[in-house]
């Protein structure tokens, strides 16, 4: 475990930081991004931080010294009730991605755990994901379930 590691949620001043690391995930899960790809997330990802960032979406960023080296999305969604969210407050986690350098040293982890104390005191009781296959050892160590071929859930209650 790094201990220099500091957790920290994401404000508006960090949106290109946000931006770089959804480029990074999306790189890393699908490969080399078209031209296309490139241009349509360069368009809409800085806006859509800008619109729900503090609102309906959380991202938190594991930090060394001040250099970001990890993050972990949170959208908050509300649907009708149902028996795994009496509520009807859930959120779909997305975008875990540890910098190369700093992988296997517990950094998810510790985003994780922030995440779900955060979604915990907010109320949520349904966290939802599709999982990679590097991920998916630390989501079920965390009491995630496997719904289907990629999807997992952690009922907090």
Same mark, same amino acid.
Request: hydrophobic letters at 35%; a negative charge.
């Given at each position: 475990?790094?201990?220099?590691?500091?957790?920290?949620?994401?404000?508006?001043?960090?949106?290109?930081?946000?931006?770089?690391?959804?480029?990074?995930?999306?790189?890393?899960?699908?490969?080399?991004?078209?031209?296309?790809?490139?241009?349509?997330?360069?368009?809409?990802?800085?806006?859509?931080?800008?619109?729900?960032?503090?609102?309906?979406?959380?991202?938190?960023?594991?930090?060394?010294?001040?250099?970001?080296?990890?993050?972990?999305?949170?959208?908050?969604?509300?649907?009708?009730?149902?028996?795994?969210?009496?509520?009807?407050? +859930?959120?779909?986690?997305?975008? @875990? !991605?540890?910098?190369?350098?700093?992988?296997?040293? #517990?950094?998810?982890? &510790?985003? $994780?755990?922030?995440?779900?104390?955060?979604?915990?005191?907010?109320?949520?009781?349904?966290?939802?994901?599709?999982? +990679?296959?590097?991920?998916?050892? @630390? !989501?079920?160590?965390?009491?995630?379930?496997?719904? #289907?071929?990629?999807? &997992?859930? $952690?009922?907090?209650?």
């Amino acid at each position: 475990m790094n201990e220099n590691i500091t957790i920290r949620t994401a404000d508006r001043s960090d949106i290109e930081t946000l931006v770089k690391f959804r480029f990074l995930y999306q790189t890393d899960a699908e490969g080399e991004l078209s031209e296309k790809q490139k241009s349509s997330l360069s368009e809409q990802l800085p806006g859509y931080f800008d619109r729900h960032i503090g609102n309906d979406f959380t991202a938190y960023l594991a930090e060394d010294d001040g250099k970001t080296v990890a993050t972990i999305f949170m959208v908050k969604l509300e649907k009708p009730a149902g028996v795994h969210f009496l509520n009807g407050k +859930t959120c779909y986690l997305m975008n @875990v !991605y540890t910098a190369e350098d700093y992988r296997r040293q #517990g950094i998810a982890s &510790m985003l $994780l755990d922030r995440l779900i104390s955060d979604a915990k005191t907010e109320g949520i009781t349904c966290i939802d994901l599709s999982a +990679t296959t590097m991920g998916k050892p @630390v !989501y079920l160590k965390k009491g995630f379930i496997e719904r #289907g071929n990629t999807e &997992m859930r $952690l009922e907090l209650r």
